[in-house]
């Protein structure tokens, strides 16, 4: 199987998680500096309002480039022995998990995966966990289904019967 990318409807997910991000971000910033650089006597209201303003313009620009990159960036592919998951924005994350060391596989769906109808795909091995996000519900339920009968079918024939 090609590498997969994402379905459209990963967008506005994307949009609404780099708006929490710069949310909190924001909020977590100016608190810092009001609460602990403003009693300085370097620091003017002025100031203040110029690192407020810098601080807000930098998450703006987080909540519209950084999903656009994510989207770009995010693929998948389940080979016949692997599965691979590219993933990142400054720093490129390849997750390869070997089919063979599958332990459990869930399919997660927050509030905001629901409203938009996507799920994740969760793999555990014994040493990791590795997660294909933003899928559509349908897709996620037909790779949980071809997982789980791959690893089905390979324990059969090293076991040699059905019992499986």
């Not at 203040?48 to 987080?62: H, K």
Request: glycine residues 4%.
């Amino acid at each position: 199987m090609d590498y997969q990318n994402l379905s459209k409807k990963a967008r506005p997910v994307l949009f609404i998680t780099a708006a929490l991000q710069s949310i909190l971000f924001c909020a977590v910033l100016l608190c810092g500096v009001y609460f602990i650089a403003i009693p300085s006597y370097y620091l003017t209201e002025a100031v203040f309002a110029m690192i407020a303003g810098v601080i807000v313009l930098l998450a703006v620009i987080w909540m519209i480039v950084s999903p656009l990159v994510r989207f770009r960036r995010y693929r998948y592919r389940i080979a016949e022995d692997r599965i691979e998951i590219t993933e990142g924005i400054f720093f490129i994350r390849n997750t390869m998990v070997p089919i063979d060391r599958i332990h459990q596989i869930d399919i997660v769906r927050g509030p905001v995966d629901r409203h938009f109808g996507l799920a994740k795909v969760t793999v555990t091995t014994a040493g990791a966990t590795a997660t294909m996000r933003f899928l559509e519900i349908e897709k996620a339920q037909c790779i949980s289904d071809t997982l789980n009968s791959i690893i089905t079918t390979r324990l059969r024939s090293r076991r040699g019967d059905d019992n499986v």
